[in-house]
Structure formats: C-alpha cells, structure tokens
C-alpha cells in the first residue's frame, strides 16, 4: 500500500518481551522483561528496531542466569547457597518491598523526553530513536509514592499528571495527584523536572490497609476523576508476601459486595467536590474520556464485574488453546456516567439528578449521598484509545480492539458514540495490538488522520506487521511485514518526528 506523505515519526510500543531466564520461568505475562520495539515512518518507508529495556530488573536477572528480581506474579528468592544471617536479613529488608524497574507498561512523554512506565514508583528514561535505556527515575525521592499509574494525563502547557498510592505514610493510606513541568527554569538547567514536581492534591484512602488498585484516571477541563473501586491491595499481607512465599498478586482482592466511589478534584481549589457519588461494585483498568456538559460531568471507562481478566495471563493458562479455554465470566462494558455536579439541594430523596438526556441516572439517597447508575454504550472492546486532542472534551469517536469473549483481541474497531455504529478491521489468524490515532496536520473532524497497529499471526511462521488504516472509513491504507518474532504488546505512543530530538543531541 501506500503511507501517507505527512505521516512523519515514531510509534514507540512497550510490553511483556522475555518469560524464561536460565531454567526459570516468570509464571505471569506481566512480569515478562520489557520488551520496546519501534516504527519509524520516512518519506513513505518503515523502519523497524526492537531493544530489551536494559533495568536493573533485566541486568540482575540476566547476570544471574535466573530470575532473581520479584515481579508482580512472581516472587524470587535469594540464592539458596547464601548464609543464614543474609537470609534472615532479606527477608526483613523485604517489609516495604523495593519493587522493581522492569517498566513493561507503557511510553510516557514528559517534556522532551520519553519514559517507559510501569505502576511501580520507577520509570526509565529511553533514546526513543536508538531505544537504549537510560537513567533510572525514582518518584518516591520527590514524592511519597509506593505505586503509580502507567497512563499519565497531559495538560495544556505541557505538564505531565499523575496519580500514585502512597502506603501508610505517616500512619495515613493515600491517593496523590501530581504534576511534573515540562521543562525547568533557564537557571536551573542541570536539575531534572523532578525536582519541580508539584502535589495537587491528596484523596484519603477509604481504608487504611486497603487501598484501591487502579490502572487510569480521567480528566476534564477542571476536574480530576479517581474511582476508587473495591479491587484492593491488602498492604499487611503485601508486607509479609515474601515471608510467606507467595507472589505480590496474591495480596489484590476484589470485594464484590462493597461499593465503587468516585472522586472529583477541582483543579483549580484543589479541593474535592463533597458529595458523595458512588456505584456497584466494578473492576476498572481504562478510563477512556471525560467531558463537562450543563454542570454534569460525563466520563467513559471500561469496566468489569469481577478480576478474571489477570487470572487468565497466568502462564500456565496460556496454551496453545488459550482462546478456547480461556472465556470472560465477566466481559469488558463501555459505560457512561454522567455525575451532576450542581443539583437543587432540595430534590426529593429517591429523584434522579441528571438533567441530560441520557439513559445514566443519578438518585439521591437519603443520606445525601448519590448513587449513579451508568448508560451502557457498547460490549467487547479494551485497550481504548481516543483522538487526545478532544482529551477532556466532548467527543463522538473510540478506536479499541475488540475482545468479545476471550482477552485476546480479535479486531480493531472504531465506535462512534453519536450514532453507535461500529466499523471493523479484521483479518483471519490475526491479534491486533491497541490501535493509536494519528491526526492529520490539516485535521478539520476529529476522525482526520490514520490508525496505527501492530498485528501478529497465530501462526509464528508468518511475520507481523504493522497496519496503518485510514481511520475515517477504516479502510487499509498499507501494511509493512516485518520478518521478526514479534510479541503481544501492551501500550504506546506516536511521536510526530518534530517532537524527536535530533540525533545528535
């Protein structure tokens, strides 16, 4: 096929790339070594790299000839051969574990440099063109932060926001917001911006020694939007996990019972609003957009009723027949809340709050608290990505792929929310990865421009490649094969080349 002349840059990917070291064994896909790989796109050619992210996770475990750094599903011990001081004296250092650096995640951007993430409180820089890895980035030196989030927001001017769990610090569990400039004062130029890093804000945890996990959180033009939903991290048996010999992913539970609240920080006061919005009991990973309308605020996410999707990447449950076996009990839902911020404080106890047209209702209990109920839109898609010009506002357009009812993706579709139809892109013996809007230079609709992703075969004999779609008729544009083993990867992001520095720098 044909590339388009103005499609000029990089598509950085990151995921899980190397399970066996030695005579070892990760026993989780998430834990796989990080793997990045890159499409640079010339004057209508496509070049291909790939490089294993050089951690210290990766260096130790390589040295070693096995896997000695813990990872979320795997725990590793020291060696065995060591004394009994050494021992007793590991397992003590291990309390507040020191996670690892293995950023398998994602890419994010921050200024005029690219980080690999993962949701420890460690990020590594990379040569986004070279993809060699570079210095290590330790959050909790400017933060009190135990975990992050892979997928960042970006604001206007160019900052980076966050959010992290910070554990029992100072006796309290907390959620912090945070924001990271995107260059530091002409004065300052040998300090990173790391060292001007500003909190936001601070959500109390809802308990102590169970903090919610979560993947995401949404933006709008000004507010910050956190759930806290009921899949939670037991900080006590996180602590002694190694003692007990039993893997990070262990201490996670979902609380089917328990409510999902939602948290909504005002950017500019800081503060959170303070009535309380909550729904059932849900399992979120992606948040997708969110926007303000008439004093509501509308955020989509993707949401689960239960935690099988992580069981099911266990290692041993992918076989050869991992598509048959392995079926949702629970399929990915693409809701919509719409949360009324401003309400006749009057209303009557039992009355539906939301004044938009939307099947979304919002009912005020007697308490003053406001249970949300959400309008369903679509069934079977992840991995959602949006035009991120239209981030925080009013949109009409989701590319995701499409899971139906086994995790592996299938399809890549485009949904338009307006009139709910859905347009596909499919190929027998293919698993597209998570497709990346690029906009057009001259966009005028927000569908201006192509959808970039990577496919492998189910048969390892025939290359991968990378599919380039035009992404208003989602019709294919052009595909480059790329004679490698290439693996399942997890997020990304394009780099406009005028956003990549030049070479010699």
């Known amino acids: 096929g044909q590339l388009p002349t103005w499609l ?3 598509l950085l990917r990151n995921g899980p790339g190397m399970h066996t070291i030695g005579d070892t064994r990760y026993n989780h896909w998430f834990d796989g070594l990080a793997l990045l790989h890159s499409f640079t796109f ?22 070693a000839n096995r896997i000695v750094v813990s990872e979320f599903g795997t725990m590793a ?3 065995p051969c060591k004394n009994i001081f050494a021992k007793a004296f590991s397992y003590l250092s291990h309390t507040i574990p020191e996670f690892t650096d293995n950023c398998l995640i994602n890419i994010m951007k921050n200024g005029d ?23 290590k980035v330790d959050y909790s030196k400017y933060v009190a932060i135990n975990l992050t989030t892979s997928h960042p927001h970006y604001d206007s001017a160019g900052n980076t926001l966050n959010m992290g769990t910070s554990i029992v610090d100072k006796g309290k569990t907390k959620y912090i917001l945070f ?12 300090k990173s911006c790391f060292k001007h890093l500003e909190v936001v804000c601070s959500i109390p945890s809802r308990s102590l020694l169970h903090p919610s996990y979560y993947h995401s959180f949404g933006i709008t033009e000004n507010y910050i939007i956190f759930v806290e939903q009921p899949f939670r991290l037991d900080i006590v048996k996180l602590a002694t996990a190694y003692i007990r010999g039993v893997n990070w992913a262990s201490c996670l539970a979902f609380h089917k019972e328990d409510k999902t609240w939602f948290h909504f920080v005002d950017k500019k006061t800081k503060k959170e609003v303070s009535t309380k919005f909550y729904t059932d009991a849900m399992v979120l990973f992606h948040h997708i957009n969110a926007y303000e309308e008439d004093d509501h605020i509308i955020f989509d996410l993707i949401a689960y009723t239960d935690n099988s999707l992580y069981d099911m990447f266990y290692l041993k449950n992918l076989g050869h027949d991992f598509e048959e076996k392995n079926k949702f009990t629970s399929r990915p839902t693409y809701k919509r809340f719409v949360v009324p911020l401003q309400y006749d404080k ?11 047209p939307s099947t979304a209702t919002a009912v005020k209990e007697k308490d003053g608290s406001v249970y949300c109920q959400p309008e369903i839109l679509c ?6 990505r949006i035009n991120y010009d239209y981030n925080g506002k009013k949109y009409n357009y989701i590319f995701a792929t499409e899971v139906k009812w086994c995790p592996v993706p299938s399809k890549i579709a485009k949904f338009n929310i307006q009139t709910k139809e859905m347009l596909h892109w499919e190929e027998d013996h293919c698993w597209p990865s998570e497709p990346i809007f690029v906009p057009s230079p001259d966009a005028r609709e927000e569908d201006d421009g192509v959808v970039l992703t990577c496919v492998l075969m189910t048969d390892p004999k025939k290359g991968a490649f990378l599919l380039v779609l035009d992404a208003k008729t989602f019709k294919e544009l052009g595909r480059a094969t790329v004679n490698v083993e290439m693996h399942l990867d997890l997020h990304g992001i394009f780099i406009p080349e005028r956003d990549l520095k030049a070479e010699t720098e």
Do not use: H, W
């Not at 010339?42 to 040295?63: F, H, I, P, T």
């Not at 924001?179 to 040998?190: F, Q, R």
């Open 179 to 190: 924001k990271i400039p995107p260059s530091v004062p002409e004065k300052e130029k040998k």
């Open 77 to 79: 011990y020291p060696d």
């Open 8 to 10: 000029q840059g990089t």
């Open 42 to 63: 010339k004057n209508g050619e496509v070049y291909y790299r790939s490089k294993y992210l050089r951690s210290d996770a990766y260096n130790c475990n390589v040295e």
């Open 113 to 135: 440099d690219f980080y690999a993430t993962s949701e420890t409180n460690f990020i590594r820089k990379i040569n986004p063109q070279t993809l060699e890895t570079l210095e």
């Open 346 to 356: 009057d209303a009557e106890v039992g009355s539906n709050l939301v004044t938009l």
């Open 379 to 384: 069934e079977g898609i992840e991995l959602p």
